[in-house]
């Protein structure tokens, strides 16, 4: 199968989720208690104020027409606009995107440097102590709470030892090695929690393979044990793992919401935290459409992955 | 060679009888320290007016940000509480966070997934894909905008949190009824006459029980951590009312004056979260046909 159409195949099969997904975060607003056009105008408090939002955001229309009329412009790329600073919400998540973005990137890296040789080393001394410890330490990163562990980490490099800055972003095209140091931290942070699940997922692909019987065969012909792990069982296990990364790469978005609060980053989490606390219900809307449709894309990503990878589905 | 009319009786093979999921559990060391730190947790919250020493929420000026001593053994927070009492409090409103999001994604799971399952179709369809919407959008980032929109609360986090839920438990009750109705005996029991509704409450219910019991531990340790995320962020549990979330977001203000304000509650939340994922480990290897 061409890759063309296997893509057009998942595209179309994405649709109607992504139709779904477009009316639950429309539905959002819904949820308001009370008059949302009350609820949407804040501390103003002003009957003609209040009669403009209604009529801005078509509230006295039937929802059918105004889910119409918001996925309109959804598609258009208005997202609508910030109550709190009056800029389009697109125009805010282009600038701090990047931003989490670069956190995320970081993070993954971090999550594949420890995650992938654990596990391998875990599978390949399966029962032993290294593989007892490997596991209860990626147990740990996935049950540790990531705001704990930065609060805990700032205490200790930033406060105590004073190596690195406890809060703040610098971006790298202002000074890189300042932005290396202020990233460092909440990537550890963001990293970890995903590590644990790269490792786990590792181990479970390795042991996988290392029972196949093409294993069996290069034992068999004398291959030494650290050639049959790195070079025929590994190539096999990271297809799987390589895809979750895709996958996981996503969930660092949700993960970077409180990471970013923390250590004062200005990215797309702390956008949503802010928008929550302003009331500024369009953004809360906005980065959760955001955070879907990149969840979506990074899913198609990982099935791509996934199909370049394995021979025996483009042979299908 | 054998007499005609004589039949040979083969020889029966003893079958040792697996033994019981509680037993299978309880061989396990990690599970029964893991049952054993979910079981204090459950009497420490249960218990919080009995075992914590003083009033969660009363303030104490004399006593500002104290460090652990005899008379508080946590030390104090600050406003003069005593950390002590209020992670015991606080672990109601962790228990909540563990008991109520799990059974809302139970309740609602089970008999969509039921339906989905066993009906397929149309309907099917339409609930794979709402559930495949629903999955689309970051657990926390879910959590987060329903809790905005509802308003900050503890229960309406609870809320949040079982919704946010869903999607998984309706996916694994669903998948796991369809496997079940591709039995042999699910086709018997078509074939005696057996109504759609007998099958599935007689012999699929309960084997999507055991999957979704795994699921549970696993989702009530995400839902203590979503919790404490939200009370962190200020859209849980509401002050002065205590909550592990909301004092580690108290003590990041005071991590030089008053470390242990920020220790103490993490190190709680880890070590429940952590004995809950270990539980459902075991629990996942015990149920498994080719373990135990």
């Given at each position: 199968m061409r890759l063309a159409v296997f893509v057009a195949r998942r595209v179309v099969v994405l649709l109607p989720t992504l139709f779904f997904v477009s009316v639950l975060i429309f539905s959002l607003q819904k949820l308001?208690?009370?008059?949302a056009a009350i609820a949407l105008a804040g501390e103003e408090s002003d009957p003609v104020a209040i009669a403009g939002i209604r009529a801005k955001y078509h509230l006295d229309q039937p929802v059918v027409v105004q889910y119409g009329i918001w996925m309109g412009k959804v598609l258009r790329g208005d997202l609508g606009e910030s109550?709190?600073?009056?800029?389009?919400v697109t125009e805010l998540l282009a600038s701090k995107l990047p931003v989490t973005v670069e956190l995320a990137v970081c993070s993954m890296l971090i999550a594949l440097l420890i995650g992938i040789p654990t596990g391998v080393l875990s599978a390949a001394r399966k029962g032993t102590l290294v593989d007892v410890t490997a596991n209860a330490v990626a147990l740990s990163g996935l049950s540790v709470p990531h705001f704990w562990l930065g609060i805990m980490l700032i205490l200790l490099?930033?406060?105590?030892?004073?190596?690195?800055?406890?809060s703040g972003y610098v971006p790298p095209w202002e000074d890189l090695g300042r932005n290396l140091t202020t990233i460092l931290m909440p990537s550890f942070v963001l990293g970890t929690g995903v590590a644990g699940v790269m490792m786990r997922h590792t181990r479970g692909a390795m042991l996988q393979v290392l029972g196949a019987d093409y294993v069996r065969t290069a034992r068999a012909k004398s291959v030494p044990e650290r050639l049959v792990v790195l070079k025929h069982a590994l190539r096999n296990a990271l297809i799987p793992v390589i895809t979750l990364g895709a996958i996981e790469f996503g969930r660092l978005l949700s993960g970077a919401v409180l990471t970013e609060q923390i250590f004062a980053i200005p990215g797309f989490g702390k956008m949503l935290v802010d928008g929550v606390f302003n009331r500024d219900y369009a953004v809360v809307q906005g980065v959760v459409l955001v955070s879907a449709g990149l969840y979506v894309l990074l899913n198609l990503l990982a099935d791509i992955l996934y199909f370049l990878a394995n021979p025996r589905l483009r042979g299908a | 060679m054998s007499q005609p009319g004589v039949v040979l009786a083969m020889p029966s093979v003893a079958e040792t009888p697996r033994p019981s999921l509680v037993r299978r559990l309880f061989r396990r060391s990690p599970a029964l320290i893991a049952m054993a730190v979910v079981a204090a947790f459950v009497i420490i919250a249960v218990g919080a007016p009995h075992v914590?020493?003083?009033?969660?929420i009363k303030q104490d000026f004399r006593a500002?940000?104290?460090?652990?001593?005899?008379?508080?053994r946590l030390g104090t927070d600050e406003v003069g509480r005593d950390v002590l009492s209020r992670l015991i409090w606080g672990a109601r409103a962790s228990l909540l966070a563990g008991v109520i999001p799990v059974s809302i994604a139970l309740i609602v799971s089970i008999p969509l997934g039921l339906l989905s399952g066993c009906t397929g179709g149309w309907l099917d369809g339409l609930i794979m894909r709402i559930t495949d919407a629903m999955l689309a959008i970051p657990f926390l980032i879910v959590a987060i905008a329903l809790a905005a929109f509802l308003g900050p609360s503890l229960t309406n986090a609870m809320i949040a949190i079982g919704i946010a839920a869903l999607p998984t438990f309706l996916r694994l009750a669903r998948g796991t009824a369809l496997a079940i109705t591709t039995e042999e005996y699910i086709e018997s029991a078509r074939s005696l006459g057996c109504s759609r509704a007998r099958i599935a409450v007689r012999h699929v219910l309960p084997n999507i029980v055991p999957p979704l019991l795994i699921q549970s531990s696993l989702t009530a340790a995400a839902a203590i951590i979503a919790e404490a995320s939200l009370s962190f962020l200020?859209?849980?549990?509401?002050?002065?009312a205590p909550s592990w979330g909301s004092m580690l977001n108290a003590a990041q203000r005071y991590l030089v004056q008053a470390p242990w304000m920020a220790i103490y509650p993490g190190l709680m939340i880890f070590g429940i979260v952590m004995s809950l994922n270990v539980l459902g480990d075991a629990l996942r290897d015990a149920l498994d046909p080719k373990q135990g």
């Open positions: 308001l208690p009370g008059d109550l709190r600073n009056r800029i389009p490099f930033a406060v105590h030892l004073g190596w690195l800055p406890a | 914590a020493p003083y009033d969660p500002i940000r104290k460090a652990p001593s005899e008379a508080y200020g859209l849980g549990q509401q002050p002065p």
